[in-house]
């Protein structure tokens, strides 16, 4: 083995090191109340916010570019409230981890999760689509309130399997499969093999490529999407629901269940897409502050020859 060889090796153990030791506090972390939990939060907003300014320009460009129509200060409004939401989320994610479901019941209900039910019982299958908005990492706990099997489609971490662990715990402790999206084509497969049908979570708002064949105005941007919500509903024929997560107050949520389309296979498959779309933008204009604004999801410009989708 070459020198340079081992000093790699010596560098990826070292980090494989660090990186179990900050989950291990994390874990420590998860063990501690909600109001001392929230009393950390506090105090990384104004960490984020005012010292390190987390993606600070990120933010605020595109807050800027999806609300031209607000004045500076509203739109300073919205970001100060995002961080604040963020440094919640980021906290309530790691409490998630020692939570036990009588506790997790008392912050996340699912009011309309007969809807699951009744189309399983029907030898329905749905495709829930969802957004990176409020605190979607605890919404785990779905399983223990829908009689389908619930699979969710995820970008696993890389470069980080301490933390890839962490996350897969709290997304798996419920019962519901988690899948990473390079299986796709494996799992439509698994899908038509099925005795019993399936609830498929998508967060379909991620960035997709410069690439992609599908792009759109979203939130007043031209967008990327990855066209898997409606390729997987037109070959499954799964109803489509919107997965709506609100925010009551601080460490309580509700979801709502909207449907979006009972048979995919009747509409075009871009209204699907459209329809998603449109209903994210409709959720977000109204609580701006709950989405996830850090993420650079208009980094990539639409090539000449793709059009736009509308």
């Known amino acids: 083995m070459s020198a340079k060889s081992s000093e790699k090796n010596k560098k990826s153990w070292f980090k494989k090191l660090i990186d179990s030791v900050l989950v291990g506090f994390l874990i420590a972390l998860s063990y501690l109340p909600f109001w001392v939990l929230f009393g950390i939060s506090d105090f990384f907003y104004l960490v984020f916010k005012y010292v390190i300014q987390y993606r600070r320009n990120v933010i605020n460009q595109n807050i800027k570019n999806s609300f031209p129509e607000k004045t500076e200060a509203e739109r300073e409004e919205i970001a100060s409230r995002f ?3 963020l440094c919640d989320v980021m906290v309530e994610t790691i409490k998630a981890y020692s939570m036990n479901t009588k506790q997790m ?3 996340v209900q699912f009011p309309d999760a007969k809807l699951l039910n009744d189309h399983y019982n029907k030898g329905k299958g ?3 689509v969802g957004m990176h ?4 990492e605890w919404n785990g706990i779905l399983q223990e309130h829908a009689k389908p099997r619930i699979i969710v489609l995820y970008n696993p971490i890389r470069g980080n399997d301490a933390l890839e662990h962490f996350l897969l715990r709290l997304r798996t402790k419920w019962g519901a499969e988690v899948i990473p999206v390079n299986r796709t084509r494996r799992l439509l497969v698994e899908l038509s ?3 019993h049908p399936a609830t498929l ?3 379909a708002d991620q960035t997709s490529l410069a690439n992609s064949k599908f792009w759109t105005i979203f939130m007043n941007q031209e967008s ?5 919500p409606e390729k997987i509903a037109a070959y499954t024929n799964y109803a489509v629901v919107f997965h709506y997560m609100k925010k009551i107050k601080r460490g309580k949520y509700e979801v709502e269940f909207i449907p979006l389309f009972e048979n995919p296979k009747e509409v075009k498959p871009e209204e699907i897409m459209l329809a998603y779309i449109r209903k994210m933008e409709e959720i977000i204009r109204k609580e701006p502050e709950y989405y996830l604004w850090s993420h650079r999801r208009w980094k990539h410009k639409r ?3 793709i059009p736009l989708t509308l």
């Open 105 to 107: 019941d008392k912050h």
């Open 224 to 228: 990327p999407f990855f066209s898997g």
């Open 83 to 85: 961080y604040h939401h």
């Open 201 to 203: 979570a998508l967060g």
């Open 126 to 128: 749905v495709i829930l």
């Open 133 to 136: 908005y409020n605190n979607w």
């Open 303 to 305: 090539p000449e020859n």
């Open 193 to 195: 093999r099925m005795e």
